[in-house]
Each structure stands twice: as structure tokens, then as C-alpha cells.
């Protein structure tokens, strides 16, 4: 039985031969799905399908439109891993996000971004972050239009029933108990950590918890970290920033070289064992060995596990804190779960310093707002957020496909790297380019990308760091098209 239903001032919408005066003769030739993704795109986002409305069933305009039902099945396909519509059981497909505004490039040639033009200092990601472009492929960001608006409502209002007032005060700089006990219940079912609540520190993402480390560290003596190379530049600047050194350590294929660490005499390596940045290779079974042998003769470990979580063509990888405790200071947050405004994140460390580290959260900032601290609790606690991460795993893996296409079609000779997890790949190209220079040419036409050299202390081959997770696959093709012709003007 049919139960759509005419536009109503609840906002269902019904098929009809009227429907947006679709007329599929305009569709071209083999791209029905995509034309009617397009023009029911474009009726989201100028209003005239509104949030919270229901689109026709499959069958319904289908039989209007005189298509097969498959051409709706895929338009709405599209639209759902574009985050603005969701499957609703039987109250059908229903609208819930506008697309987001696009920035309209300039016709003339513009002067070469300043964020390019020379060594890249501690603004240089907001100088990026603030650059007008139409498609980012900034890595490390999520599917932002993906956070879960409905699941955070409920979680927040069932917080707010129960609340005290006492909880309206100030509360403890380690976080509040209810996040700290669901925080180590989640490292235990997802990472393989069994950590007493206690131990649990709650900070303003990884990059609090970086400042904090180094602060703890700098003040027992230990004045450098070593890191992976290539390895995040961020990491780099906030240790760089407390006063600590950053010898380079090198990264092939099996992870951080841990002979070259031993080598180096530095007293604290920083590494991203799980899923390494950004070259997305695992520290394999023997670096492992290795490693935490260093680790046990008087070498600290600091793991970032930044996405770990986000995997797809392999088996979880177990964190080093869960097989060394005493000797790994452990980080991770949920910026790449649901998303960097939040603002939350965790850090776990050695019996030794946790006073210490404790003192120095007390008087950043006495503690993270309580409020979304219990709202993110409820969300682990009630199944909503492995939930979410389940819909996110099946997403980025098919937006993962569809940029390795891209990159084949448009990067011919191009290389790709760490497809098996995380939110971002690393591509490396064939020949002599600079890849700064590409990036500033491929963001004079729209487009955000980050070069491998930024990320890179000793000398790397040319190549961008890539993220996937936050684009649609017709975005991704039109990004990597546009890098396509900006390598080809540059040779």
C-alpha cells in the first residue's frame, strides 16, 4: 500500500507527476541516477524539499518518472552517503541535512595561496582551514553532515532528566566519572585495554593531551621525543611548542624502523603504531617486539591511536598500552568519530606521572565541560556510537573506492597507500614534482590538499596526503580531475 502522501505543513512529500516537474527526458543518456540525484539535490538545498521531509517511494516515482526502480534506488543511494537523507523504515527515505554552501571560485587567476608559499609554521593549518575552496580533501576530517543530530538529542535530553544540580557545578579535572568508566569500557571492547576508570584522564582532544604530556615530561628531564618519519606535522609543532626536541625517525613499510630509534638514543618516541600517519602502513608483529623490548629496557612509548577505529580490509591491530602499560602513555579521542568540535578526548599514562599530568589539566582548564562529557557517555554506553561507527565504516569504504578510482584515472602512475583503514590515503607520483607547488596550483582551482613534504623531516618521494571520509564520490571525482589537470600544467 501506497502511503505517500501530498506536501503537508508536517513535511511529507508525495510522488505525483507534479513532483518537482521531474521530466526524465533531460536525464542524458545512461545517467538517469545521477540526474535525479542532482536535481533532488538541488531541491534540498534551495528549500523546496525542507528537512524533515519524506521523498516518494522508490516504486512510486519510479512509475512516474516511467524508470526502473533501480535509477530511484541509486539516486537515493547517493543521497544518503551524502548525509542528506536517511532510511526511515516505514516512514520512508526522509531529508536530513541541506548540502553544504559552495564557494564559488573566482573566473580570474588568483595569486598563489600565502599558506604555500613558504615552510609551513604553527598558523599554517588555519591559514588552510580558512582558504576558500569548493572540495577539501583535508585529511583527518570526518563526515561531518554524518554526526548523529538525533541519537546526540536523545542522549542529551535522558542526561538532562537525571541531572542534579550539584552536577552544575564544578566537577572533576580528570572528567566525569560516568565518561571515564565508559571511556575504559571502550578501550576493553575495542582496543584490547583493560585500564581502571581511574586512570582515565579527559582532555580537549589529542592535541590537549600532547601539551599536557610534555609539560610532565619536560619537567622530569626528558627533553626529546622522537618521531616517525614522514609523521604528522601537527604532533610535531604541539611537542615543538613545549620545548621538546623532535628527531626524526624513519617509516617503510613495516612501521617505524625501531633499529634507527635505538640508534638514536632519544629517551620517548611518538608513534601511531595502529595505523601510521600518513602513510597508513601497521607496525608489523617483529617492529612490535622490538619496540616494546626498547620499551622495557627504559624507552617511553606514546601511542596516538587516532582512528583506529575506522578499518575495513584487515583485522583490529591491538594497542601497545594494552601490552605494556608501564611503559606507554596512550592518547585518542572522538574527533574522528563524530567530530574535532566536540572537543573531547582521552590520555592514559605510567602510575608515575598521572598526579602529575592530573595537576597540569587542573590548571589548563579545571576540566572539560561536564555536560557533553555525560552526553558522550550516554552515547557508549547505549550501543548508539559503535552504531554510528558501523554506518561510518560502511560509507568511507565506499567513498574510499570511489577515490582509488579516481586517483587510476586521473593520477596514472600515481601510487596509493593505506587503503586498508583510516580517513585518509597517501599517494605518492611518479618523476620530479614538487608537491607543495602542487598543492598551491590545486588550490587556486578549489581545491584542499595537503603535500607530502609538510609531514616530512628527511627526504620523501613527492606525493599528497588525501582524506575521503568527508566528500561524496562525485565530489572526490571532480577533486581528483581538477588535481589531475594541475599535475599536468605543472610538468
Same mark, same amino acid.
Given at each position: ?20 516537474? &521531474? $521530466?526524465?527526458?533531460?536525464?542524458? +543518456?545512461?545517467?538517469? =541516477?545521477?540526474?535525479? %540525484? *542532482?536535481? /533532488? @539535490? #538541488?531541491?534540498? !538545498? ?88 569548493? &572540495? $577539501?580533501?583535508?585529511?583527518?576530517? +570526518?563526515?561531518?553532515? =554524518?554526526?548523529?543530530? %538525533? *541519537?546526540? /538529542? @536523545? #542522549?542529551?535530553? !535522558? ?103 635505538? %640508534?638514536?638514543?632519544?629517551? #620517548? ?223
Amino acid at each position: 500500500m501506497d502511503r505517500a502522501k501530498p506536501l503537508t505543513a508536517e513535511g511529507s512529500i508525495t510522488a505525483g507527476a507534479d513532483f518537482l516537474q &521531474l $521530466d526524465v527526458g533531460e536525464a542524458p +543518456p545512461g545517467g538517469r =541516477a545521477d540526474w535525479l %540525484a *542532482a536535481r /533532488l @539535490r #538541488a531541491a534540498i !538545498a534551495d528549500g523546496r524539499v525542507p528537512v524533515g521531509a519524506r521523498l516518494p517511494a522508490s516504486r512510486v516515482l519510479a512509475a512516474e518518472l516511467g524508470v526502473s526502480r533501480g535509477v530511484v534506488t541509486e539516486a537515493y543511494q547517493r543521497l544518503t552517503e551524502d548525509g542528506h537523507v536517511a532510511g526511515r523504515g516505514r516512514a520512508g527515505t526522509v531529508v536530513v541535512a541541506t548540502p553544504a554552501a559552495v564557494v564559488t571560485r573566482a573566473p580570474a587567476p588568483r595569486r598563489p595561496p600565502e599558506v604555500f608559499a613558504a615552510r609551513p609554521d604553527t598558523a599554517v593549518f588555519d591559514a588552510l582551514r580558512h582558504a576558500p575552496a569548493e &572540495l $577539501d580533501l583535508t585529511p583527518g576530517v +570526518p563526515d561531518l553532515a =554524518a554526526f548523529p543530530r %538525533a *541519537a546526540w /538529542l @536523545r #542522549a542529551e535530553r !535522558a542526561v538532562l532528566h537525571r541531572l542534579v544540580p550539584a552536577a552544575f557545578g564544578y566537577g572533576d579535572p580528570t572528567g566525569t566519572p560516568a565518561l571515564r568508566l565508559a571511556i575504559a569500557t571502550w578501550l576493553a571492547r575495542n582496543r584490547g585495554i583493560r585500564v581502571d576508570p581511574a586512570e582515565v584522564v579527559v582532555v580537549a582532544g589529542v592535541s590537549q593531551a600532547l601539551g599536557l604530556l610534555a609539560q610532565v615530561l619536560h619537567a622530569d628531564g626528558v627533553h626529546t621525543v622522537a618521531v616517525e618519519d614522514p609523521g604528522s606535522l601537527g604532533v610535531r609543532q604541539h611537542l615543538n611548542n613545549w620545548r621538546l626536541d623532535t628527531p626524526p625517525v624513519p617509516v617503510d613499510t613495516d612501521g617505524l624502523r625501531v633499529d634507527r630509534l635505538e %640508534a638514536s638514543a632519544a629517551p #620517548a618516541v611518538m608513534l601511531t603504531p595502529a595505523h601510521q600517519f600518513p602513510t597508513g602502513v601497521v607496525l608489523d608483529g617483529d617492529r612490535r617486539r622490538r619496540l616494546l623490548r626498547w620499551a622495557r629496557s627504559g624507552g617511553l612509548v606514546i601511542e596516538d591511536d587516532y582512528d583506529a577505529e575506522h578499518r575495513y580490509d584487515r583485522p583490529p591491530v591491538p594497542a601497545l598500552r594494552g601490552m605494556l602499560p608501564d611503559r606507554v602513555c596512550y592518547t585518542g579521542s572522538v574527533s574522528k568519530l563524530l567530530a574535532p568540535a566536540l572537543r573531547i578526548g582521552w590520555v592514559l599514562v605510567p602510575a608515575r606521572w598521572h598526579d602529575d599530568l592530573v595537576a597540569a589539566k587542573r590548571m589548563a582548564d579545571l576540566g572539560n565541560a561536564a555536560l557533553p562529557q555525560l552526553v558522550l557517555a550516554e552515547l557508549m554506553d547505549s550501543g548508539a556510537l559503535e552504531r554510528h561507527l558501523r554506518l561510518l565504516r560502511r560509507r568511507h569504504v565506499r567513498r574510499r573506492d570511489a577515490m582509488i578510482r579516481a586517483i587510476r584515472e586521473h593520477l596514472p602512475g600515481a601510487v596509493v597507500h593505506g587503503a586498508a583503514a583510516g580517513l585518509h590515503l597517501l599517494v605518492t607520483l611518479p618523476g620530479e614534482v614538487d608537491d607543495t607547488a602542487l598543492a598551491a596550483a590545486a588550490l587556486r582551482q578549489g581545491v584542499k590538499v595537503q603535500p607530502l613534504s609538510w609531514h616530512a623531516q628527511l627526504p620523501q618521494p613527492p606525493g599528497l596526503v588525501l582524506g575521503y571520509a568527508a566528500n561524496p564520490p562525485s565530489d572526490l571525482d571532480r577533486a581528483l580531475a581538477t588535481l589531475g589537470a594541475a599535475l599536468c600544467d605543472l610538468r
